[in-house]
């Protein structure tokens, strides 16, 4: 992953020299943005380890997806905000049916079946769906009421503060008062913890350190990357949703998905299962909630949340799919490739709309 840091000066000449080459500074910008995302999880992970339980699990929820927070804040800056809504309902598809589906799909491959907690699965998928439902509310109130823009946005508002207060509610269940429900099933079965091999945790100081130099340089190359989107659609006739929910939407959690597949392999499909879900949970009751209401102070107008019916209904399809195969607790490599269809089935349609 290191390696690609040699795209940070490729987009810097590239945005310099060539500020007309809009597709090759889109992609050396998002190549740059995946080792300093990976810089961002890791330093995050150290300070958890340095700081204890209850705020790691709170850094954790509030770093998870702080690229993705970047390069949408970015985007609502430059007053793009169907990117931003296509960047929001396409990572929360992405965790769900892309990430979980190639990690089922390579831990089915190296073992037979693997297990995990169904418990854990079936309170994400509920979470989940309330998310959607939240999604459909101010669209259908648009519809049928006819409401101006300001009582939107003030529904919106409203909503958006309810996702984070459940959110909130939500960590302390996970965390504090229910963690049992969300451990492993050899763990929740047997009552041996499992133990997790991994490197000495960095200091705080150094942790702090990389945090924010990782920080400013994914915010740089956002801005890179943000302001040839909107050029680059034109020129080759992309479609704005595909470009924020397939492409835009997996940059910021890239390292976070190649983490996931890792665990499969190890035979550790829990981890997996709460690095895919528990971060579509994420996006939906946290950063979407946030972004919307910071829309109010960054950029030129403010963003609500009566997303376009086609965005919600691939939310609504994407919950049902991943509750029903996650329902069982079990997990073989077919189950992975049936969510991976339909993600590419998703993304394939969206190619081909108009632009």
């Not at 079990?330 to 969510?339: E, I, N, V, Y």
Request: glycine residues 8%; charged residues 10%; negative net charge.
């Amino acid at each position: 992953m290191n390696l690609l840091l040699i795209f940070i000066p490729i987009a810097i000449a590239l945005k310099v020299l060539a500020p007309h080459q809009f597709l090759f500074i889109f992609i050396a910008s998002s190549l740059a943005i995946l080792p300093l995302a990976a810089w961002m999880g890791q330093a995050t992970e150290h300070l958890a380890e340095r700081m204890g339980e209850g705020v790691g699990g709170l850094l954790n929820a509030t770093f998870g997806n702080a690229a993705e927070l970047i390069i949408a804040f970015s985007a609502l800056h430059a007053g793009l905000h169907q990117v931003v809504e296509a960047s929001i309902i396409g990572s929360v598809v992405a965790n769900m049916l892309l990430v979980l589906g190639a990690s089922m799909l390579a831990g089915g491959i190296r073992y037979h079946e693997q297990q995990f907690n169904p418990l854990g699965a079936r309170s994400q998928a509920t979470m989940l769906m309330l998310a959607a439902v939240a999604l459909i509310l101010p669209a259908a109130f648009e519809s049928a009421a006819g409401t101006t823009s300001a009582m939107l946005h003030r529904l919106s508002v409203s909503v958006c503060v309810v996702l984070l207060l459940v959110y909130v509610l939500y960590l302390v269940f996970s965390l504090v008062t229910h963690p049992g429900e969300f451990r492993s099933a050899v763990t929740h079965e047997s009552g041996v913890p499992e133990k997790v091999e991994g490197k000495a945790a960095h200091s705080v100081s150094r942790a702090l350190a990389v945090l924010a130099a990782a920080t400013v340089g994914v915010a740089w190359m956002s801005e890179i990357m943000v302001g040839a989107i909107e050029p680059m659609v034109h020129e080759f006739g992309f479609s704005t949703v595909f470009v924020g929910a397939f492409v835009v939407a997996i940059l910021g959690n890239a390292a976070e998905h190649a983490t996931a597949i890792t665990a499969a392999l190890k035979n550790r499909l829990d981890l997996s299962f709460s690095i895919a879900v528990g971060s579509s949970v994420q996006v939906a009751l946290f950063v979407a909630p946030v972004l919307i209401i910071a829309s109010h102070f960054i950029g030129p107008r403010p963003m609500d949340l009566a997303f376009r019916p086609g965005l919600i209904l691939i939310v609504i399809l994407s919950v049902l799919v991943t509750a029903q195969i996650s329902s069982d607790g079990r997990s073989d490599w077919f189950k992975g490739t049936q969510l991976l269809v339909v993600y590419f089935a998703l993304a394939i349609t969206f190619f081909f709309l108009p632009g």
